[in-house]
C-alpha cells in the first residue's frame, strides 16, 4: 500500500505554488523560474479498480458541479462521456482474452497532465491554460475566450467547452488541494487505493511493484503508462495489457500533439506570418523602385478624342 | 463476520461467492486490495454474472443462481475425496468424530423424519449416539461408518465435478481451479476468506448456503484463524446492529429468544436452553442463558421485574408463529392488520411479489412512516402509469409521514460487519421539523400510555410495566440506551468470598459480572464492556496495531468481550500452539491464552483440559454436522429454488426446500419453466444505496435508470438492441427497463439444456430523481429461507420481451 | 440586382478630363462592405493566429468577444460577397487575351501599358484576384464552420476540426496576401480608388488600362457588367 496522505490542519495553509511557478503559459513568452518544483503525479492502477464512481462523484462533489441526470443506454458509463461538468469518467471494456477469458477493463478517464500539453500550445489566449512547474495543467476560466482550440490540441479527448459559458473545462488535478498538500479528491475518494498521489519520482517507483504483482499473476504485458509522445504525463495508468493501451476504451496507442496541430502552430503560423510580409514588403518595395503607375496627359487626350469622335458632345 | 474486515488483510486467498464486495461493499474492499497488494493473495469469484468483483480477480468462475449448494458440496466432495482437508484441525476442532443414531437416515433427498403435511421435520433421529457416561459418543480415529466424517464422505459423494457442472453449470476446469485453491488453504500455513452476503442469503436454502461454506472453511481449518472465516458483508451501516438488538420478531437482543405460546413459565422456556456440555470439561457457555435472559428482563421491568413475578417473564408476548415481513403481509393481505408502522422501511420495494405487497397495504386503516425521506411506501397508493398502476381512488388506507432526522443528525452507535460498535457524532442538528426516532418513539410511547392510562384498554399491564427511567423521558440519549445495553449492578456484587466487585449502579465490564437472581440488569448480554466502568469505548478511536495483524484492539468495541475473531482459540493446535508462527494469534504462554487478540476461550483454561475451542457448543467443537439445528437437515442437500428452470438433477422428486414456508395458496404464484424459462437474479448497484439515493442527484447522475443485464446470446435469440427496451415478466408481474446486453452473463448448460439468466438491479422505482421503475419485486416469489425467513430474491423465472417502451401519455 | 445607373453610351461624361462612371453606388457599397469585413476578419483571425497579435482582440472588446464576432464577420462577408460575385462574375471570365496579358507580366509591373493587349472591364490580374478570393472566402467560409464548435462541434470530429484549422489558417494567409495585392494595386495604379469612392475614374485612366472598356462605355456596348 501506499502510505495515506495525512488530513490537512483546520489552520490557513499557504498555497505551496502559484504564478511564480509557471512553466508554460499558453499565448505567452514566460522565464519559468530557475528551479523546478518536484513533479507530482497521479498514479491509477486499472487492476486494482473496481469501477465503483466514488472518484467521479468525489470530483463533482470538489468541484461543485452539477451534471445533469441521463438516461441508461444500455452500458455502465453514466454520463456517457466527459462533459464540461463532468471532469472524470468511468469507462468499461469487456474484452475476452487470448485464454478465453473475460476481462472487464474499467478506466478512469480524464486529464493526463502532459509535459507537453497540446491543450496548451494550442491555446490563443494568453494565461487561459497554464502548466505549474510540478507539472499540473491548468485552465484558468477567466483568461479562457472559448474557441475550443485547446479540444483540438489534446491529443487524448479531454477539455470540453461548456454551451453555458461557452468556457473550456477539464480535470484541475485538483490544483487547490495539491498546493495545500492534499491529492486531488478522486484519489482521496477511491476506496481500493486504485488512485494514488504522489511525486512523479515516488509514483514511477510504486508503480513497479504493482506491475512485479501483475506480472505474478500473469499478466506478462502490465506495464506503466507515461507516453514518451508527450514527454509523459503526470496522470499514469498502470495496465494490465501496456502492450495495447487501446483496449482500454481507446486509450491512445502513441500519443502525441498531432501533426496538424503542430503545423498550424509552428509552420503555418510562422510561413504565414512571412508570406504575409513579403507581399507587402514586395509591393512596398515595387513602389519604390517604379513609382506610381500614373495616368499621363496624352491618356487624356486619348480618351478625349475618343469620347469626342464616338458620340456628340 | 467471524473475522473482521481488517482481518481480511491477513488472507492468502479471498473467495467471494453469495457476495459482490466490490460492488456492495468498495470501502471493506479496500482489505482485498490490500492482501492482494501486500501478500500477493489470490482473489476468486464464482457468481452468476462477471461482476465488478470479479474484474480484479485471479480467477472467475460461472454459476447457475440458486445452485450454490451443488457447487459447494462439490468442493468439499473434492476436499474430502482428494483428503485435501486439515487432519489435525478436523478431528480436534469439528465434530467428525462423534457418532450419529443409528435410526437416522437420508433417502431420495429427504432426512428422516420428514413430514409432509407440515412440511417439516421431527429431528430427533438428527442427534447424536449418547454414551452411558451422559456424553456423545464419539470415534476418534473416524473409522465408524456413523461417525459424521463418513457419513459425510457418503453424503457429499455425489457431488463430483460433473455433476457440479450439470446442475450448477460452472465449466468443469474452473470448478476445479476453485477446488484447487481451495485446498491449497487446508494445512495452517495458508488462510482462506469467505466473503458472502445476499447472494447466499436470500434463497429458500439461505442458510444452508452458509453453512455449507462453513463447512469448508472447517475441513481447511480456516475458523478462528486470521485472514481466515466465514464473513457475512451488512448492507446498511448498522445492519450488524439491528440483528444483534433482535429486531426480528423471533429474537430478543443479544441473540435470546423470544417466548412461545408452548412456554408460558421462565421456567419452561429455559427448560429446552440448558445446553448440557455433550463432553468433559466443556464450556458451553449457552449455560449461562439464564443470566442473560434476567438481565434482560430487569432492564426491561426494572423494579416490578421480581423473582416472584419470574421477573415479569408473563408480561413478555408469547408468538403462535414466526412474524417475518412476509408472514406481516401475508396477514395484512388476509385483511387481518388495523395498521402498520414502518421505521425506516420501504416495505413496497423491499419485500417479495410487491403486487401482493401493494394489496396488502390497501386493506390497511393506517399506515405510519417515520423515515427522512418519503418513501415509495407511502406512495403506494399514487398511480405511476407502467411504473405502479393502482386504482387511487378505491384505495382507503391514510397515510402519516413522521420525518425523521439521517444519521448524520443523530448521535448514536452503528455497529459493523466486524462486529465493532462505534460511535458517531451529529454533524448538524435534525432539518426543518424532523426528529430523531428515539425521540419520536419515546413521544409515542408515552402518549400511548397516557391513553391506558386515562381511558384503560385491554391487556394494558405489559406497557404499564416497563421501566421508562431516563433523565428526560421524552429525550432519552443514545448513551443513555448504550449503557443500558450493557448492563449495570443492581446492588453490591459479591465473589464467593464475599468481596465486593462491583458496587450497586456501577456499570458492568463483562457479561461474565451477570447474574440470574435479578441483582444486575442489561438488555443486551454481547454488548456489555462497550459501556462499562471505563466509560464508552464505542468512541474509542485508537488505532495502534502492536501485532501488525489488523487487530485495533483499542478501536471501537467489538462484540464478545471486544474480541476480534471469534473461536481464536482455534487458531493453536490442541497444544495450544499456532498452526502458523506467522499467524500466531491467541497460544498457551504455559500459564495463560494471550496473542494479539481477546482469547475467545478461558484464558487460564489449560491445553491439557480438553476443553474445545468452540467454547458455544455443549461439544466445544464445531459441527460438521448441525444435529437438529437447521429446518432443513444436518447436512446440506442441493434443492432448487422453488422457481427453477431445470427439475432437480440429483434428487428429480423433490421441488424447492422441503422444509420451507409456503402460504396458502402460494404454490400457485409459482411460475414454472416452461413459461418462464429463464433465471433471474436481483442485486445491488454500487452507485446507489437501496431505494435511498434514487432521491439525490449526484447518485442519479451516475445511475440513470433501470436496466436488464442480459448475455449477448440471449438479446439475439430474442432480438433485444443494446440501450433498447426491454419488459421482464414473472408469474407475478412484469417490469420495464433498459437492455444491457452483456458479455459478463453467458447462457450455461444446465442438466443437458441451454439455461440464459438476466441480472436485475433493485435500486430503482417510482418516486426519485431516476427514471421511474417498478419495484423489482413485482417479479419475485414470496418464499424464502426454511430457518431465517430470507426471501427467494436471487433466483426465480422469467421471460424477457423485446418493448417499444412505456406508453407515452 | 438592381440595374447600374451607368448605362452604356451614357457612362462617359464629357469634361476635362473626361470622366467615366465605373461603380453604382450599391457596387460601391457592397464592395466597401465586403472590406471592412474582410479586413476585421483578417485583424481578428491574426489576433487569435499568432500571440503577438493577441493585442488585436481590444479592438473588438477582448478575446472572448473576437472569438464570438469573427465567424459572425465570416457569415457576413459570405453574404456581401456573394453580392460581388453576382456583380462581377460574368466580366471576370477568363479570355485569351488575358492569358496574353498575363504573359507579360514584366510589362504589367514596369507600367509598360502600351505593350499590353487592351483590357476590358478587368484585367488578368484584377480577375486572378476576383477567383482567388472568391475560392478562399469559400474555403475559410467551409472550414470556419467546422471549427465554429459554438454550434458545430457535434457534427465533425476532432481530426477534421483539426484539418479544418489548419486549412482555415493557411487560406487565410493566402486571402491577406491575395488582398495585399489587391490593395497594393489599386494604390500603385493612380486613378484607380477613385472608381471605387466617388464611382467614377478619368478617360485617361480608362484609357491606360482598360482601352477595350473605354472604347465599349464610348460606343455604348455593355461594358460595365450589372
Not at chain 2, 447518485?699 to 438479446?715: H, K, R, W, Y
Request: proline letters at 6%; aromatic letters at 10%; charged letters at 20%.
Amino acid at each position: 500500500m501506499f502510505p495515506v496522505i495525512p488530513n490537512p490542519t483546520t489552520e490557513p495553509v499557504q498555497p505551496s505554488f502559484g504564478e511564480a511557478d509557471l512553466l508554460r503559459r499558453s499565448a505567452s513568452n514566460i522565464t519559468p523560474p530557475a528551479t523546478r518544483q518536484t513533479e507530482v503525479a497521479k498514479l491509477i492502477d486499472v487492476s486494482k479498480c473496481i469501477g465503483c464512481k466514488a472518484c467521479q462523484t468525489a470530483c463533482l462533489e470538489w468541484n461543485d458541479l452539477t451534471e445533469e441526470i441521463g438516461d441508461n443506454v444500455g452500458i455502465y458509463e453514466n454520463p456517457l462521456d466527459l462533459t464540461p461538468d463532468t471532469w472524470t469518467l468511468m469507462r468499461y471494456t469487456e474484452y475476452e482474452n487470448e485464454q478465453g477469458n473475460l476481462e472487464w477493463l474499467i478506466r478512469k478517464d480524464g486529464c493526463m497532465h502532459c509535459e507537453d500539453p497540446g491543450c496548451l500550445k494550442a491555446c490563443p489566449a494568453p494565461g487561459a491554460i497554464v502548466q505549474y512547474t510540478n507539472g499540473i495543467v491548468d485552465f484558468v476560466k477567466d483568461n479562457c475566450i472559448g474557441c475550443g482550440y485547446c479540444v483540438k490540441g489534446c491529443p487524448f479527448n479531454i477539455p470540453r467547452i461548456s454551451k453555458v459559458d461557452n468556457k473550456a473545462y477539464k480535470c484541475t488535478l485538483c490544483v487547490d488541494r495539491v498546493a495545500v498538500g492534499q491529492g486531488p479528491a478522486c484519489q482521496k475518494a477511491c476506496p481500493t487505493q486504485a488512485i494514488v498521489f504522489g511525486t512523479k519520482a515516488e509514483m514511477t517507483e510504486y508503480a513497479q511493484t504493482r506491475i512485479e504483482d501483475l506480472k505474478s499473476r500473469g499478466y506478462a504485458n502490465a506495464g506503466l503508462y507515461d507516453p514518451p509522445g508527450v514527454d509523459g504525463t503526470h496522470v499514469m495508468y498502470v495496465l494490465q495489457h501496456n502492450d495495447r493501451p487501446s483496449l482500454y476504451a481507446g486509450l491512445a496507442d502513441n500519443p502525441r500533439i498531432s501533426p496538424l496541430v503542430e503545423t498550424w502552430k509552428g509552420l503555418s503560423r510562422y510561413t504565414g506570418l512571412t508570406a504575409i510580409g513579403a507581399f507587402a514588403a514586395i509591393g512596398f518595395l515595387h513602389h519604390l523602385v517604379s513609382g506610381p503607375n500614373e495616368v499621363s496627359a496624352e491618356d487624356e487626350e486619348a480618351a478625349q478624342k475618343l469620347a469626342g469622335g464616338g458620340r456628340d458632345t | 463476520m467471524t473475522n473482521s474486515w481488517t482481518d481480511i488483510g491477513n488472507t492468502d486467498l479471498v473467495w467471494i461467492m453469495g457476495g459482490n464486495a466490490a460492488e456492495a461493499h468498495p470501502c471493506g474492499f479496500k482489505w482485498v486490495t490490500e492482501a492482494k497488494a501486500n501478500r500477493g493473495a489470490r482473489l476468486m469469484v464464482v457468481d452468476p454474472r462477471f461482476t465488478r468483483s470479479a474484474a480484479v480477480a485471479d480467477h472467475y468462475a460461472p454459476i447457475r443462481a440458486g445452485s450454490d449448494i451443488a457447487f459447494l458440496s462439490g468442493v468439499v466432495n473434492y476436499l474430502l475425496s482428494n483428503d485435501a482437508i486439515h487432519h489435525e484441525y478436523v478431528r480436534n476442532y469439528t465434530n467428525a468424530a462423534y457418532i450419529v443414531r443409528e435410526d437416522f437416515d437420508f433417502n431420495e433427498g429427504l432426512f428422516s423424519g420428514y413430514n409432509e403435511e407440515t412440511r417439516g421435520y421431527n429431528r430427533e433421529s438428527w442427534e447424536y449416539e449418547m454414551g452411558d457416561d451422559g456424553f456423545a459418543r464419539r470415534d476418534m480415529s473416524l473409522r465408524h461408518p456413523r461417525c459424521v466424517f463418513n457419513l459425510m464422505k457418503a453424503h457429499f459423494a455425489p457431488y463430483t465435478p460433473e455433476m457440479v457442472q450439470r446442475v450448477s453449470g460452472t465449466p468443469e476446469d474452473k470448478f476445479l481451479k476453485v477446488c484447487e485453491w481451495v485446498a491449497s488453504s487446508a494445512n495452517g500455513e495458508k488462510a482462506m476468506t469467505i466473503m458472502y452476503a445476499l447472494g447466499w442469503t436470500q434463497h429458500s436454502h439461505g442458510a444452508q448456503n452458509i453453512r455449507t461454506a462453513a463447512m469448508i472453511q472447517l475441513l481447511c481449518g480456516n475458523i478462528g484463524v486470521p485472514g481466515g472465516g466465514v464473513n457475512a458483508l451488512r448492507g446498511h451501516s448498522n445492519v450488524q446492529g439491528i440483528t444483534d438488538i433482535g429486531t426480528l420478531t423471533g429474537s430478543l437482543p443479544g441473540y435470546l429468544a423470544m417466548p412461545t405460546d408452548a412456554e408460558p413459565t421462565l421456567e419452561s422456556h429455559l427448560a429446552s436452553r440448558h445446553f448440557t456440555p455433550l463432553q468433559e470439561n466443556q464450556t458451553s457457555y449457552w449455560q449461562n442463558y439464564r443470566k442473560f435472559y434476567v438481565s434482560f428482563l430487569k432492564s426491561l421491568y426494572g423494579d416490578r421485574a421480581t423473582p416472584e413475578n419470574e421477573f415479569g417473564y408473563n408480561w413478555m408476548p408469547k408468538l403462535d408463529t414466526t412474524y417475518d415481513a412476509l408472514k406481516m403481509f401475508d396477514v395484512m393481505h388476509k385483511g387481518q392488520t388495523t395498521g402498520l408502522i414502518c421505521q425506516g422501511f420501504n416495505p413496497m420495494m423491499s419485500i417479495a411479489h410487491a403486487n401482493k405487497s401493494i394489496a396488502a397495504l390497501s386493506k390497511l386503516k393506517f399506515l405510519v412512516s417515520l423515515d427522512p425521506i418519503e418513501t415509495d411506501t407511502v406512495r403506494f397508493w399514487e398511480n405511476h402509469g407502467e411504473y405502479n398502476d393502482v386504482d387511487t381512488a378505491s384505495i382507503q388506507t391514510e397515510v402519516f409521514m413522521l420525518p425523521v432526522a439521517t444519521f448524520v443528525e443523530d448521535e448514536g452507535s452503528f455497529t459493523n460487519s466486524s462486529r465493532v460498535v462505534q460511535w458517531k457524532w451529529a454533524a448538524m442538528a435534525p432539518s426543518y421539523d424532523s426528529r430523531t426516532d428515539i425521540d419520536i418513539l419515546a413521544d409515542l410511547f408515552l402518549r400511548i400510555r397516557a391513553l391506558y392510562e386515562d381511558e384503560g384498554g385491554t391487556a394494558p399491564e405489559p406497557l404499564m410495566a416497563v421501566d421508562w427511567n431516563y433523565a428526560d423521558p421524552l429525550a432519552p440519549t443514545p448513551e443513555e440506551l448504550l449503557m443500558e445495553l450493557n448492563g449495570k449492578a443492581l446492588v453490591d456484587l459479591r465473589d464467593a468470598e464475599g468481596n465486593i466487585t462491583r458496587r450497586r449502579g456501577e456499570q458492568l465490564a463483562s457479561f461474565g459480572e451477570m447474574r440470574d437472581d435479578g441483582s444486575t440488569d442489561g438488555v443486551q448480554w454481547i454488548y456489555t464492556g462497550v459501556y462499562g466502568p471505563g466509560g464508552n469505548f464505542a468512541q474509542r478511536r485508537e488505532n495502534d496495531d502492536p501485532s501488525g495483524l489488523g487487530v485495533y484492539g483499542n478501536w471501537g468495541f467489538s462484540w464478545p468481550a471486544n474480541r476480534r475473531i471469534l473461536y481464536n482459540r482455534a487458531s493453536a493446535d490442541p497444544s495450544g500452539k499456532p498452526w502458523s508462527e506467522e499467524k500466531a494469534y491467541v497460544y498457551w504462554d504455559g500459564s495463560r491464552w494471550t496473542g494479539a487478540d481477546v482469547p475467545d476461550f478461558v484464558a487460564t483454561s489449560a491445553p491439557e483440559n480438553g476443553t474445545g475451542p468452540f467454547i458455544m457448543n455443549p461439544e466445544g467443537v464445531s459441527r460438521l454436522w448441525a444435529r437438529r439445528m437447521m429446518a432443513e437437515g444436518p447436512f446440506p442437500v442441493h434443492y432448487e429454488p422453488f422457481e427453477s428452470p431445470v427439475p432437480n438433477p440429483i434428487f428429480p422428486n423433490v421441488r424447492g426446500n422441503p422444509a420451507a414456508r409456503v402460504f396458502d395458496g402460494d404454490f400457485e404464484v409459482f411460475g414454472d419453466a416452461a413459461e418462464f424459462p429463464i433465471v433471474a437474479t436481483t442485486y445491488r448497484l454500487v452507485e446507489h444505496f437501496h431505494y435511498w439515493t434514487k432521491n439525490v442527484h449526484m447518485n442519479a447522475v451516475i445511475q440513470p435508470q433501470f436496466f436488464v443485464e442480459m448475455s449477448e446470446q440471449l438479446a439475439a435469440e430474442k432480438g433485444i438492441e443494446p440501450g433498447g427496451w426491454v419488459r421482464v415478466s414473472s408469474h407475478r408481474g412484469s417490469v420495464l427497463g433498459k437492455a444491457m446486453v452483456t458479455k459478463r452473463i453467458k447462457p450455461l448448460q444446465i442438466d443437458g439444456r441451454t439455461v440464459h439468466s438476466v441480472g436485475l438491479p433493485l435500486n430503482f422505482g417510482p418516486i426519485g430523481l431516476t427514471r421511474k421503475a417498478s419495484p423489482i419485486n413485482v417479479l419475485t416469489p414470496p418464499v424464502a429461507d426454511a430457518n431465517a425467513q430470507t426471501p427467494e430474491f436471487k433466483a426465480f423465472l422469467v421471460d424477457v420481451e423485446p418493448s417499444d417502451g412505456p406508453a407515452t401519455a | 440586382m438592381s440595374a447600374e445607373p451607368n448605362i452604356p453610351g451614357k457612362a462617359v461624361h464629357p469634361g476635362n478630363p473626361v470622366t467615366v462612371d465605373r461603380y453604382s453606388t450599391a457596387a460601391r457599397i457592397n464592395h466597401w462592405i465586403t472590406a471592412l469585413t474582410l479586413i476585421l476578419l483578417a485583424l481578428s483571425g491574426m489576433a487569435l493566429f499568432h500571440p503577438s497579435l493577441y493585442f488585436l482582440t481590444a479592438l473588438f472588446g477582448g478575446g472572448e468577444l473576437t472569438r464570438v464576432i469573427h465567424p459572425w464577420l465570416g457569415v457576413v462577408l459570405l453574404i456581401s460577397f456573394s453580392g460581388l460575385f453576382l456583380r462581377f462574375w460574368r466580366l471576370n471570365l477568363w479570355k485569351r487575351t488575358d492569358s496574353v496579358w498575363l504573359s507579360r507580366l514584366r510589362d504589367v509591373l514596369t507600367a509598360h501599358d502600351e505593350n499590353l493587349p487592351e483590357v476590358g472591364k478587368y484585367n488578368a490580374g484584377q480577375k486572378l484576384v476576383f477567383w482567388l478570393m472568391t475560392v478562399l472566402i469559400l474555403v475559410l467560409f467551409g472550414s470556419g464552420l467546422v471549427i465554429w464548435q459554438e454550434y458545430f462541434r457535434q457534427y465533425v470530429t476532432i481530426e477534421q476540426m483539426r484539418i479544418g484549422v489548419l486549412v482555415h489558417s493557411m487560406a487565410a494567409v493566402a486571402i491577406i496576401c491575395v488582398w495585399i495585392v489587391h490593395a497594393y494595386a489599386a494604390i500603385w495604379v493612380r486613378g484607380t480608388i477613385s472608381g471605387m469612392t466617388r464611382g467614377r475614374v478619368t478617360g485617361g485612366w480608362a484609357w491606360r488600362h482598360h482601352r477595350k472598356w473605354l472604347r465599349d462605355m464610348v460606343s455604348g456596348k455593355s461594358g460595365n457588367g450589372k
